[in-house]
């Protein structure tokens, strides 16, 4: 299953069946009732409902964070109540219909596990309340230490140049473990440059997309090995028709680790005659300052439908 990132930063990829099993054969019998059995606890007798403290509410099967004691607040049902989630993704929605009745049922996005429901009758500013069981829920009080499984990724950032961005933040989306691609300028000698000014060749910039990405899922080489596939380095300032500085074929690297990999990725490259007597002449450069291209630029080719020279590397 292709990984999944929430815009939060966490990975929440559905979990397997049998993690699922495993995690919860861990729970008290009240907590596993709830979260596997769509028990609902007895009102006024949870353990957070009445809690005033400041923290984050987490699965209290898988870890991710699903509540903050910054959207807490009491709606007298004697259940914990939230007017919003943490993060959207990370609590799922499925129509209930048991009891007679139709509700919105919530559950955990990372392991299905069973949460509550969420009714129209909240505060403002959504109108929502999430009412939660408190077994379902584990609380980590703010200045604590998170455990491993309720924290953010910890993520690398590369950047590559390989003509067109629109393209190559495209493809880069796709990549597994890959959380976030972004297409913009680098290694320039002017601030905040536009596309018109890129485009006259004359600030030095190359278009460039930022690749956010998750070591535990995808390696730098495994990216670098993408970016080669993607498009011919060996052709000078240019990348099939579209032909200028602004095109050339770039590395620019965040530590002497990248540094090393990207070098012996092009020896290694050059070594095995892939690319006959043609040189590449990817540059590899410690890495200046990214900035964002224009709103429109990003994920172009999903919103416009346009097809692009980019090779798909996956």
Same mark, same amino acid.
């Given at each position: ?193 536009? @596309?018109? /000014?890129?485009?006259?060749? *004359? +600030? #030095?910039? =190359?278009?460039? $997309? !930022? ?84 709103? @429109?630029? /990003?994920?172009?080719?999903? *919103? +416009? #439908?346009? =097809?692009?020279? $980019? !090779?798909?590397?996956?």
């Amino acid at each position: 299953m292709r990984p999944k990132y929430s815009k939060s930063g966490y990975d929440f990829t559905p979990l397997s069946a049998e993690r699922v099993a495993e995690l919860a054969a861990k729970l008290s019998p009240e907590a596993y009732k709830i979260t596997q059995k769509a028990g609902t606890e007895a009102p006024f007798c949870g353990t957070l409902f009445d809690n005033k403290k400041d923290g984050v509410y987490t699965c209290v099967v898988c870890g991710l964070p699903l509540f903050s004691s910054e959207h807490k607040f009491n709606s007298g049902s004697g259940w914990p109540s939230f007017y919003r989630e943490f993060d959207p993704e990370h609590v799922g929605r499925k129509r209930d219909s048991s009891y007679g009745m139709v509700r919105t049922e919530i559950d955990c996005a990372r392991c299905g596990a069973h949460l509550g429901h969420v009714f129209d009758d909240g505060p403002r500013p959504t109108g929502e309340r999430h009412c939660l069981n408190s077994a379902s829920l584990s609380f980590v009080e703010k200045g604590a230490t998170l455990p491993a499984e309720s924290r953010p990724v910890a993520t690398e950032v590369a950047y590559f140049a390989a003509g067109c961005f629109w393209g190559v933040e495209h493809y880069f989306q796709l990549g597994p473990g890959v959380i976030d691609a972004s297409s913009g300028y680098m290694q320039g000698h002017v601030d905040r440059p536009t @596309y018109k /000014q890129v485009c006259s060749d *004359t +600030t #030095g910039h =190359a278009e460039t $997309v !930022k690749v956010v990405f998750d070591p535990a899922r995808i390696t730098f080489r495994r990216l670098l090995e993408a970016f080669f596939d993607m498009h011919d380095p060996t052709e000078l300032d240019r990348q099939g028709p579209d032909v200028g500085t602004q095109y050339r074929s770039g590395i620019w690297t965040t530590s002497d680790e990248q540094r090393r990999e990207a070098e012996a990725m092009i020896a290694e490259l050059t070594a095995s005659g892939r690319f006959g007597t043609r040189k590449i002449v990817t540059a590899v450069e410690p890495a200046k300052t990214f900035w964002p291209a224009e709103d @429109y630029h /990003q994920d172009y080719v999903a *919103t +416009t #439908g346009r =097809a692009c020279h $980019v !090779k798909n590397p996956w």
